[in-house]
């Protein structure tokens, strides 16, 4: 069965530092995704990046990059030069291309908090 | 361009009642889901559906139920409301590679 572990239930970092969100996973299904989602406090789900199983780079949108490391089945969030707009929950999810159904699975999720 | 609409925004139910909680896709998306978000538990889902007249349980399908006749409409059903039921619930639609578009959210309370 798919699932997600995000082990940080919150995180402080200062503004324009670098962090990291840590994310693993485990699934059988040879072909799968790999989602981060921002919840800022108002309540919406914001999509921020995707990487798939087969995908060869790392995916990268803009500030934020996902460290993909297929082996050891963790997807981090990498969060660059922060800002105080950064500060909100993040969730980690998984989609199983073949047995999920379609399947999106959520971490925990993890609370950010950018300081001045 | 509305993408996933959700409605109520705010719901306060008595132990007992029941209600729908409407979402509605423009996206011609064919996965579509519910999900409800408690504190300290991320988003579990209750139910989705890849396509008209087909659905299926989630994690946590107990005490609600859904449909599908139309690639539009996704309603969830509450038969008859619990306290355990209060919590933010989010309809979202896409598949694939795609990310989920979410709706903005329906707060419920059951008192």
């Known amino acids: 069965a798919q699932k997600i572990t995000q082990t940080q239930p919150g995180m402080f970092v200062q503004e324009k530092e670098a962090v990291t969100l840590d994310c693993t996973y485990d699934t059988s299904d040879p072909s799968y995704g790999l989602f981060w989602y921002k919840q800022p406090s108002s309540g919406e789900m914001i999509f921020l990046i995707y990487q798939g199983s087969y995908d060869q780079q790392n995916a990268t949108e803009g500030r934020y990059s996902l460290n993909f490391q297929k082996a050891r089945k963790s997807a981090n969030l990498v969060i660059s030069a922060s800002q105080l707009g950064d500060s909100a929950m993040y969730f980690c999810?998984?989609?199983?291309?073949?047995?999920?159904?379609?399947?999106?699975?959520f971490g925990t999720g993890t609370r950010l908090l950018v300081s001045p | 361009n509305a993408g996933v609409t959700q409605t109520p925004k705010f719901q306060v139910l008595k132990t007992g009642q029941s209600m729908t909680l409407q979402c509605a896709q423009d996206m011609n998306h064919e996965y579509m889901s519910w999900y409800r978000q408690d504190p300290g538990m991320g988003l579990r889902l209750i139910h989705y559906?890849?396509?008209?007249?087909?659905?299926d349980q989630g994690e946590v399908p107990n005490g609600y139920n859904v449909s599908r006749s139309t690639t539009e409409d996704f309603p969830l059903r509450l038969l008859s409301a619990a306290p355990s039921q209060t919590s933010v619930y989010f309809c979202a639609s896409g598949g694939g590679n795609s990310p989920l578009h979410f709706g903005n959210g329906t707060r419920l309370t059951v008192t």
């Open positions: 999810a998984m989609r199983e291309m073949n047995t999920g159904f379609q399947k999106l699975v």
């Open positions: 559906s890849v396509g008209a007249g087909i659905t």
